[in-house]
Nanobody, 120 residues
């Protein structure tokens, strides 16, 4: 099992910034993907950004140019720097990781979620 602990959510005014962190611990083999998803009230969970162990990143169009994902493979931690926040970024943000034990042996894990509220 892998545990994910998120931190850094909160309330910020439009145009402000927040930095989310997510630390993985437990029975870790290879965290091939680490990333962030979000879910607003009444909406489906959607991808925000992901980062592969090789450094490849992927962003939702809605956050490109404003959010930056990074990871520390030594600390098994992923970060999400969020700048120029908009009210529509308000959601619960979930950390995600895929733990690869071997060929065909992968498991997905989710954090408990952290609330981000963008409001004046």
């Amino acid at each position: 099992q892998v545990q994910l602990v998120e931190s850094g959510g909160g309330v910020v005014q439009p145009g402000g910034s927040l930095r989310l962190s997510c630390a993985a611990s437990g029975r870790i083999f290879s965290l091939t993907t680490m990333g962030w998803y979000r879910q607003a009230p009444g909406e489906e969970r959607e991808l925000v950004a992901t980062s592969s162990s090789g450094g490849r990143t992927n962003y939702a169009d809605s956050v490109k140019g404003r959010f930056t994902i990074s990871r520390d493979n030594v600390k098994n931690t992923v970060y999400l720097q969020m700048n120029s926040l908009k009210p529509e970024d308000t959601a619960v943000y979930y950390c995600y990781t895929r733990n690869r034990q071997g060929v065909g042996r992968e498991s997905d894990y989710w954090g408990q979620g952290t609330q981000v509220t963008v409001s004046s």
